[in-house]
Every structure is written in C-alpha cells, then in structure tokens.
C-alpha cells in the first residue's frame, strides 16, 4: 500500500508538472493565449521575406517595418474575406483616422498601420491597392503587402504564430489579432480584436519610447 | 427489440471473448497502433477536431490496453505490487485524461513531432494502466474514479459547446460545438453503462 501511495504521488506530481508546462504556470489553456504570453515575454523577429505592395518601396518586410523608425501595427488579412476581415478593416480606419488626428495635432506619432494578406497567390499588388482604396487606407499612414512567395508567405505565418485554414465554403478561419512590430523588425505584443483601444495607446506608447 | 434472445447474444460474447486470446490482442494492439501511425490516416483523424479526440484518443487507449495481454502474469503480479486497489493506474490514467483536455495540447500536437509522441505514449500508458487497474479498483475506487473523470468531461463538452470562441487555432468553431456534444454523450453513455453493470452486480 506504501508503495501504491508513493507511484500515485509520483504520478500526480508528474501531471502536475506536464500540465504547467502545458498552461505556463496554469495562466493560459489554448494554444493562442500561449502565444501571446510568449510573444510578450520574448519577442520574435521577422524572417526577411520579400513582399511587394500597394505604396511601398521596400522589398523586404524588416526594411518595411525599420523605415522611419516607428511603431507599426500589424493585421493579417484577405481581401477576399468577408467576415473577420471586416472588422479588421474598420479597426484600422478607426486606427488611420487616430494617427491622422495625431499628426494634425502636430504630434509625430510615429505610428504606422500595415496589412498584410496571407492570400499572395490572389490579393497582387493591384487587387491590394483596389481594396485599399475601398478603405478609404491613406498611404502615408497606412500600408498593404503581399508574401508573393508560397514557401516564404509559409515561412512568415509560420513564424508569427498565424494559422489560416480554409473553412470549407470558400474563406479562411484565421487567429486574427492585432500585432504589434518595433522598429527592428520584432513582433512585440499581440493584442486581441476586442483590445482596439489597448493596442493603440500600446503602440503610442512604444512609439514615444515607452518601454516594453 | 433486440432479435436474439439475451442468453444467446451472452453466449456469442463470451465465444468472441474466448476467441481473443492474449497473442491475439497483441497483434491487434499493434495492428491498431500501426494504422494510428499511418500519416493518412493520422491526418485524417487530426484533421477534425471531435475526431481527434473522440476517435484518436480512445483507439490509442484500447490499443494500450490491449498491449496488457502480452504481460506474464510475474509482470502483473510486480505492476500490482505498486498498484493496490488499483490506485495508482487509475490516478495515472485520470492525470493523463485530464491533462489532455486543455485545449492547448490539440493545437500542439499537430505542429510539434514530440509532443505528439508524448501524447500518444501517455494515451497508450493510460489504456495499459485502466485495464490493469480496473477489476482491482472494485466498484468503490471506479465510482470514484467516473464520478471525477465523467463530469469533467461533461463539463469540457459543455464549454466546447457555449464557447463563442474558437479555442483552437487550427480548428473551427462548429467542429468544436460538435466536438462538446460528443464529449457530453461519451461521459453520460459511459456513466449509463457502468450503473447499468453495477445495479446488475447488485441484484
């Protein structure tokens, strides 16, 4: 019996560990709060991936994302999407008309939106523009690319923690979030759609120096 | 209801159960592991979130258990020396079960190689360990042991099912509402079944 209660102990003691492992210390129960506590505790670098786009004179993501030395949010999207995507989308030009005020206001904000599509085979630089402008997206403030590679667009989601599947009538299920990059290219934080307000004052934020 | 009589569908039980004898199990054990491991296969169950759990989970605990024939009965006699009343297999089995149903290692096990070994050697170790402890537990400890195990999957399920979020990435949301409902009817299924076999022990 001595021994029965010393294996049962051993091997609850053993779950106890594997499960927080599993959870970070009981904190986090699905796969993508893990990522955000990862991403938050240790930030992770884009691949240099080349991307082509709608305003954009860079030709890879982490010169894209070092230019003027800001702070740039990050969505991933498609522009064939018709749910997600949408809300997505407001967010940003509810994120745009911010910035825009900012720099009125004469602050600089160093603030910067990009969306990048996931679906490089059908969103070209000319559909991204098309969509762009239905968003009424400005420029200056706002960019849009593609990962005209498959094995690199591939290589991107991979690394960001992104996963797209089809969702079997024709459009894709994705773990939409806001993303937050700093100017070496790093994706910083994650915030979830619900934290509009809280990825951009994080942002800001970031961008007057704030620390991590 | 039921075409055969219930004496004649016993019989026909008990001559299956005579026919799997213990070589046999281990070659079903093995046969059923291999096609687990099959990647077309082994797509095919992942790629469904209720299968997933409610196919994949459960052949790799009967494929354990059915590893069990295999033991002498000195190993048996040596595993029950640390398993009295059949504590420890079902503490481990339960653990395991347990630590399986966050949501996270679904995800995982599809883009990490060894945690999806881990996982499936716990199964298997957990299906070895429930048959090994069963019949020692008596109905007491399995009471117990149900009476902890099926709620919370009753509870899994029922959250699997309200949750209007997706809490796996890989998997959509009605797969997961239909992965909740098949968790609820296992656990009251099984809950049926073991008071049904214990009010017939009664009687």
């Not at chain 1, 706002?142 to 498959?150: E, Q």
């Not at chain 2, 196919?55 to 640390?82: D, E, K, N």
Request: contains cysteine.
């Amino acid at each position: 019996m001595l021994r029965t209660a010393f294996l049962a102990c051993l091997v609850a003691l053993a779950g106890y560990v594997s499960a927080s492992w599993l959870t970070h210390d009981f904190e986090v129960w699905t796969a993508e709060g893990a990522r955000r506590l990862e991403v938050a505790q240790q930030p992770v670098p884009v691949p240099p991936v080349s991307i082509d786009g709608w305003g954009i004179a860079a030709e890879r993501l982490p010169t894209l994302l070092a230019q003027g030395g800001g702070i740039t949010l990050v969505d991933f999207v498609y522009t064939r999407c018709q749910t997600v995507c949408l809300s997505l989308g407001s967010s940003f030009q509810q994120f745009q008309a911010a910035l825009q005020a900012d720099r009125a206001a004469g602050k600089s904000p160093m603030v910067r939106l990009l969306s990048i599509s996931f679906d490089g085979a059908y969103d070209s630089p000319a559909v991204l523009q098309a969509y762009a402008s239905k968003l009424d997206a400005d420029p200056t403030v706002w960019n849009w690319v593609r990962v005209p590679d498959t094995a690199e667009q591939q290589k991107l989601l991979q690394r960001l923690g992104v996963i797209v599947i089809p969702n079997g009538v024709g459009d894709y299920e994705h773990n939409a979030a806001f993303l937050v990059f700093d100017a070496q290219g790093r994706m910083v934080r994650v915030f979830d759609l619900g934290e509009q307000q809280l990825a951009l004052d994080y942002a800001r934020h970031l961008a007057k120096g704030g620390r991590l | 209801m039921n075409g055969l009589p219930l004496p004649r569908w016993r019989a026909l039980v008990a001559a299956f159960v005579s026919r799997c004898t213990p070589p046999r199990q281990v070659l079903l054990a093995v046969a059923v592991m291999a096609l687990l491991l099959v990647p077309a296969l082994r797509q095919w169950l992942t790629a469904s979130m209720w299968r997933h759990m409610v196919l994949q989970f459960p052949l790799w605990l009967v494929a354990g258990a059915l590893l069990v024939a295999g033991l002498s009965p000195v190993a048996r006699s040596r595993i029950a020396r640390w398993n009295a009343y059949g504590i420890s297999g079902l503490v481990g089995a339960g653990t395991v079960l347990a630590v399986l149903m966050v949501p996270r290692v679904l995800d995982l096990a599809l883009v990490s190689a060894p945690l999806e070994a881990a996982k499936c050697t716990a199964l298997l170790l957990a299906g070895a360990a429930l048959r090994l402890s069963w019949k020692a537990a008596g109905l007491l400890v399995q009471g117990f042991f149900l009476g902890n195990m099926l709620p919370m999957t009753a509870v899994v399920g029922q959250l699997y099912i309200d949750s209007p979020l997706r809490l796996c990435n890989a998997y959509l949301l009605d797969d997961q509402a239909r992965l909740g409902a098949w968790l609820v009817t296992a656990a009251a299924l099984l809950a049926l079944g073991w008071l049904a076999q214990v009010a017939r022990r009664m009687s």
